[in-house]
């Protein structure tokens, strides 16, 4: 019997391009998880040096000014992760190795250490290292299109998509011993779980406003093979967002929030994903409700 067939504890890891991006698109998952005694690591791949601030406080630290805004996300990373009770972040290639390379578009994807130009054998290299540490069964990235389209966040699918392919095999050897990945998620946002959202909405803050049609992304329902409910790990989700004060604002009401462009988004009750490699664990009603459905070789880590 192989290390791996024998009972072992149940091991996460998300990819994620930018602090921030774990808490808002699966910040209840990683909550939720860590609640029931599995190990979960977030990778993040670059430091958010190209995004904007809200507010004043730390306006001078954006990409035009000081250029210090990546060294303070790591501190609202950290922050963040430790109130969902989760593992201190992981970075890409050790933190700074890769630069946020902006919106697409825009000049900072010119940069040299932006991540869009990672040298592709070096990235991959680093990707494949970190799963085979730590050898996760479950693997979570994004869709093609990186949720909302940013460059970082498509290069976090593809990089995603070819380590969980080659890190069982001989590929790499100087990146450690093979590991087989179980299961590799997109994480998602359903259109009808959106809109529904929205629609729950009472009350705007001054100044916010809600989005047009299709102006945050979401996904047709038919995609969505997995839906983890979050509703008990709420609060851990709202104030890991609220860690990310530079780029989130949490309404008074605690269940929106906005990011710098004002635009209003409801904090949603159950967080989605497309499972794209390994079986499909059926909770009965055609959805799966557990990453781990299916992968018998481990047990929570109590």
């Known amino acids: 019997m192989t290390e791996q067939a024998m009972t072992q504890p149940q091991r996460l890891l998300l990819v994620h391009a930018h602090p921030d991006d774990e808490t808002i698109t699966t910040g209840g998952t990683i909550a939720h998880y860590v ?14 040096e190209e995004g904007e601030v809200i507010g004043d406080t730390w306006a001078d630290l954006v990409v035009d000014r000081a250029d210090q805004l990546g060294g303070y996300r790591i501190l609202e990373l950290h922050r963040a992760l ?7 972040p992981r970075f890409l290639g050790g933190a700074g190795r890769w630069r946020d390379s902006g919106m697409a578009g825009t000049p900072a994807a010119l940069k ?18 970190v799963i085979r540490e730590l050898r996760p069964q479950v ?13 970082d966040h498509q290069q976090v699918h593809s990089l995603v998509t070819e380590a969980v392919e080659i890190c ?6 100087q990146a ?30 001054d100044g916010w406003r809600m989005p047009v049609d299709g102006e945050l992304p979401s996904v047709a329902e038919e995609m969505i093979t997995t839906s983890i409910d ?10 890991a967002l609220r860690a990310h004060a530079t780029q989130v604002t949490v309404a008074p009401s605690g269940t929106e929030y906005a990011l710098s462009n004002d635009i209003v988004q409801p904090i949603l009750l159950d967080e989605q994903y497309v499972l794209v490699r390994g079986a499909l664990g059926s909770d009965g009603a055609g959805r799966e409700n557990d990453l781990f459905a299916g992968v018998l070789d481990c ?3 109590h």
């Open 176 to 205: 450690g011993a093979p590991w087989e990945v179980a299961k590799f998620y997109w994480t998602v946002t359903g259109h009808e779980q959106l809109h529904a959202g929205l629609r729950a909405i009472a009350d705007i803050p």
């Open 112 to 129: 040299p250490r932006a991540f869009v130009n990672a040298d592709r054998q070096e990235a991959l290299g680093a990707l494949v290292s």
């Open 139 to 151: 693997v979570v990235g994004y869709d093609p299109e990186g949720g909302y389209g940013h460059p």
């Open 299 to 301: 047990v929570p880590n």
């Open 230 to 239: 979050v509703r008990g790990v709420l609060d851990a989700k709202t104030d």
């Open 168 to 173: 069982g095999t001989d590929a790499h050897p």
């Open 82 to 88: 430790a109130a969902l009770g989760c593992n201190p």
């Open 35 to 48: 609640r029931a005694g599995v190990d979960v690591t977030v990778l993040t791949c670059s430091l958010g």
